[in-house]
Each structure stands twice: as C-alpha cells, then as structure tokens.
C-alpha cells in the first residue's frame, strides 16, 4: 500500500494517474475528495491534513510506502508555512516509523537550505533533515520550478497577462531549470520501481535549460498571443503591496510576498537534467510543453 500525500497538486495529479494505471493500491490523505475528481474511485481515501496529526494513524495503517507531496507556500488558517512542511514532516516520518512503513519518498526543492532568506527553502531543509534522519529507506527528489498547463502558477501569469503590462518582482534575473509535472512524476515511478540501493537516495529534478524568470513569463504568454512589456517592480513596493493584500483578503489573496520572493531564489543544479535522465526520463523543454517556441 502506497500513502500519497498532496495527491491534488501538480505534481501529485499526474503521479496518482501513473500509480492507478499501474494498478498499485494507493491511499490519499486528502481535505476534500472531490479535488481528486475520477481518481477518487480507484484510491482509498482518509480525511485529514498534514495539521493534523491524529489523522496519520488511520492513513499509515498497512502502508509500506510513504509518498510525500503536500507543501504550502505560503501561510493558512491551519497551520504556518512552517508548521505545514517542516513540522508536519517531522510528525509524519515518526509515524511512519511507529507504524511499520519501510520507504518515504519527499519532495524538497533545489537550493533549500538552513541559509536560505526565503522562508519556504529554510521549513524545506529542515523537513529534510526530519526525512534523511528517519530510520527509513528514503528517497528525495529536489525539484526545480515545477509547472503543468492549467497549474495555479501559469493561471496567474495568465490572469495577468490581460493588464497592459506583466509586473514583476524584482529584477526577474534569478535562474530556474523549470521541470514539467509529467516528466517529474514519471522520474517517481522509476525510482519506485528500481528497488536496488534504495536504502537512501537523492535526485535533482531539472528540466534540459536553464531561463531566467523573465524567459519563462515570455514563454508562458506566447500561447496567450499576448505580448505584454515586463515590468519589474521595486522589492520593497510589492513587499509592502502584498503584506496589504493579505491583510485585507486573508488566504483569499491572488499573491503573497513569500510566493513573490520564490521567484527571486534561483534553483539550478550543476547536473542539469542528468538525474532524471538517470532515471530514465528526458525532460521536455518549457516552450515544447506550453506550445511556445522552444
């Protein structure tokens, strides 16, 4: 029995369509059903959530693999961004341990570390650090930017492609190896299924091209047909802006500055692409994926 968390996220939709097709026995750990649309057929499900502990129990229960998805990028009604990815991996690995499972797979992030100024890579390093210390066989991907058609990220960029100008933060000079959900699900399955050396393993999921946040609104507004000027606004402003909006609107807010100064971090990785394709996947290009030139 496979445990999945974040089984409605990017990457967790596509590995799920992978791990049902396969017909492997998966569980999710879900807040609401109705997010996994078909698939909530094929899956057993528990309610519950990373902020809540008790519901581990009944999800862990005959579990021999644990999947683990579920991030925040930003804060909710329900827990802190750190309380919702270091603290709750802790909780989660120490059960996982309890009651019997043998492998827990984690997401990470390229470049998240203990000196990271962004607040999203400090709770991830410290999420793996809970992981790799576990007395479990553990495997940890560290992706780069992850992005799907349809994702929240690309319906934002698209959402504000319809103003006369995209507006940026910062500079939009930092640099990302961006990794399609499809290929980074597909990279899973095959670590899944290669059970030699399994007892710990790490892997940097990048896709074959290293752009700058600017190339990839560019790229993300070419299937729009919409060409928009970039405009880069000052750090401070949309920090000040943003620490508003969220005020005023709660976890309503289209953006937070957290979620804004993400896209300040670079995340590549000297090996570019050569741990998926290690894995046997060849990442596709962004343009290819988005219809763009590319």
């Known amino acids: 029995m496979i445990l999945l968390t974040g089984a409605t996220g990017t990457v967790g939709r596509a590995l799920l369509r992978r791990l049902?097709?396969?017909g492997a026995s998966v569980r999710c750990l879900?807040?609401?059903?109705?997010?996994?649309?078909?698939?909530r057929v094929r899956v057993q499900i528990?309610?519950?959530?990373?902020?809540?502990?008790?519901?581990?129990?009944?999800?862990?229960?005959?579990?021999?693999?644990?999947?683990?998805?579920?991030?925040?990028?930003?804060?909710q009604p329900r827990g802190s961004l750190e309380e919702l990815n270091a603290v709750a991996t802790l909780r989660l690995t120490r059960a996982a341990e309890r009651l019997g499972a043998r492998r827990f797979v984690f997401f990470s992030a390229i470049g998240a570390s203990f000196q990271s100024p962004t607040r999203f890579f400090r709770a991830k390093a410290l999420a793996?650090?809970?992981v790799e210390s576990a007395k479990l066989e553990t495997t940890v991907f560290s992706p780069s930017i992850v992005y799907?058609?349809?994702d929240p990220w690309l319906t934002l960029l698209a959402r504000l492609s319809y103003l006369p100008a995209m507006p940026m933060a910062g500079s939009g000079k930092a640099l990302f190896q961006p990794?399609?959900?499809?290929d980074a699900a597909d990279c899973v399955v095959s670590a899944l299924e290669r059970e030699e050396n399994a007892a710990r393993r790490a892997f940097d999921l990048a896709g074959p091209e290293s752009l700058s946040y600017d190339d990839m609104v560019r790229l993300a507004l070419v299937p729009l047909a919409r060409d928009r000027p970039l405009l880069h606004l000052p750090r401070p402003?949309?920090?000040?802006?943003?620490r508003v909006l969220e005020r005023l609107t709660g976890p309503a807010a289209f953006a937070t500055w957290e979620e804004a100064e993400l896209m300040e971090e670079p995340m590549v990785t000297p090996r570019g692409s050569a741990d998926a394709e290690s894995l046997g996947v060849t990442p596709k290009r962004m343009g290819a994926v988005l219809g763009a030139a590319g």
């Open 179 to 182: 990794i399609w959900a499809e």
């Open 237 to 242: 402003l949309v920090r000040r802006s943003l």
């Open 148 to 150: 799907t058609p349809g």
């Open 128 to 130: 793996r650090q809970a």
């Open 46 to 75: 528990v309610l519950g959530d990373l902020a809540d502990p008790a519901s581990f129990r009944n999800a862990l229960r005959g579990v021999d693999t644990v999947i683990h998805l579920a991030a925040s990028i930003r804060d």
């Open 20 to 22: 049902t097709a396969s």
């Open 30 to 39: 879900v807040r609401d059903p109705r997010r996994l649309g078909a698939d």
